[in-house]
């Protein structure tokens, strides 16, 4: 294994159509699934309330097995995650939610370190799509939203 990789801080705000007490859901292990292709949690242990600091789950999204703890919550406010890809990354990703025009405007935050040389690749190229990858977090958020409402 090589030396861990550059740190990398990644930030961007897109609008959410819920205020934040309900656009809270979306961020959650489990509330992803509603709009995040590929998403699926597995919880180890039973989780009552997966936003409970200290809950662990897993996903094998995008081909990569990645262990996620629930760090922080503050109900309709902002969640933080630590998590851990297998040979690639490690490090928090927080989404915080504001009030904004009858709305939520979610800013998330990936802090990652590479931890190897094909995580340092793999984060390049993560940092040079960022506001792509969040544009599409908010087209798939509002699709979601849009069939709810029908």
């Known amino acids: ?75 309709g406010r902002r969640i933080i995650y630590a998590r851990v890809t297998d040979g690639m990354d490690a490090g928090t990703v927080t989404v915080t939610l504001e009030g904004a025009d009858g709305g939520s405007t979610a800013t998330v935050t990936y802090d990652l370190s590479a931890l190897t040389e094909a995580g340092e690749r793999h984060l390049v190229d993560f940092a040079g799509s960022y506001p792509e990858f969040l544009q599409s977090w908010q087209d798939a958020i509002s699709a979601s939203l849009a069939k709810e409402a029908k």
Do not use: N
């Open 1 to 75: 294994m090589t030396a861990p990789g550059r740190r990398r801080r990644l930030t961007g705000q897109f609008p959410v159509a819920l205020p934040p007490e309900e656009a809270y859901r979306l961020f959650s292990p489990r509330g992803e699934q509603a709009w995040a292709h590929g998403w699926s949690p597995q919880f180890p242990a039973p989780a009552a309330d997966d936003t409970a600091p200290g809950t662990v789950f897993t996903t094998d999204a995008h081909h990569r097995s990645t262990t996620w703890i629930v760090v922080d919550s503050a109900e």
